[in-house]
């Protein structure tokens, strides 16, 4: 398929400006690691930053969220210094249901989880 194409015509680097989507996790490590971590898999703009490194294994290692909300405000200044990405638009995502509907599960990431939705049985 077209998008096959795009995926490994990015992993190669062979691509002038390349958009993908992203749907986007509550934690910052999931927004950050794979595409800004010098060897990342989805680091498509060629990241390649020690300062930035450095602070996502900080980030990796850290539990208190304060502390990690310094990190990674440190990791996107330096990022944003960089900019190999330019985020365009974040969607909101709304989700409805029939009364009937119960267990779809919709989490901060906006993204619905249907794996225990069933019909029939209630309220959602």
Request: a negative charge; proline letters at 5%.
């Amino acid at each position: 398929s077209e998008f096959t194409t795009a995926l490994d015509r990015g992993d190669q680097g062979d691509f002038d400006l390349f958009q993908i989507g992203w749907s986007g996790r509550v934690d910052p490590d999931g927004n950050l690691y794979n595409q800004q971590q010098s060897e990342g898999p989805l680091n498509y703009g060629g990241e390649a930053n020690p300062a930035v490194d450095r602070g996502l294994a900080e980030g990796r290692a850290e539990t208190d969220p304060a502390r990690r909300r310094a990190i990674y405000r440190r990791v996107v200044g330096a990022l944003l210094r960089d900019r190999n990405i330019i985020y365009l638009y974040h969607d909101t995502l709304f989700t409805g249901a029939r009364n009937d509907v119960a267990g779809v599960e919709v989490r901060p990431d906006g993204l619905p989880r249907l794996s225990f939705a069933s019909v029939g049985q209630g309220g959602v």
